[in-house]
Nanobody, 119 residues
Framework: QLQLVESGVGLVYPGGSLRLSCSAP????????MDWSRQAAGKQRAWVTS???????NYADSVWERFVLSQDKANDTVYLQMNSLQPEDTFMYTC?????????????WGQGAQVTVSS
């Protein structure tokens, strides 16, 4: 069973950058993919970006050309580099392993990382 560890919580000024990461031993060898989503308290969760088992990466329009997803296969880690952050990017960001049988029907969720963009 995969266990996911998410890190990178932070407070940044508008225009700043922050990197989140999600690690799970076995993520690469099981040929999994990963979704990132974000949610404000009491609001609907919104999809941010995904990396699929074949390496394809998609981004939501709201983060296109500001956020970059990358994978370190040797360390079973996926990084979400967030640049040009704005107050409207303030959310709880959560990763989820998916697109592989070991992830199960609901995926494997990270614990979430709060990102606050404020001056």
């Amino acid at each position: 069973q995969l266990q996911l560890v998410e890190s990178g919580v932070g407070l940044v000024y508008p225009g700043g950058s922050l990197r989140l990461s999600c690690s799970a031993p076995g993520f690469t060898s099981n040929r999994c993919g990963m979704d990132w989503s974000r949610q404000a308290a009491g609001k609907q969760r919104a999809w941010v970006t995904s990396i699929f088992p074949d390496g394809t990466i998609n981004y939501a329009d709201s983060v296109w050309e500001r956020f970059v997803l990358s994978q370190d296969k040797a360390n079973d880690t996926v990084y979400l580099q967030m640049n040009s952050l704005q107050p409207e990017d303030t959310f709880m960001y959560t990763c989820k392993i998916d697109y592989c049988p070991i992830a199960g029907p609901r995926g494997v969720w990270g614990q979430g990382a709060q990102v606050t963009v404020s001056s």
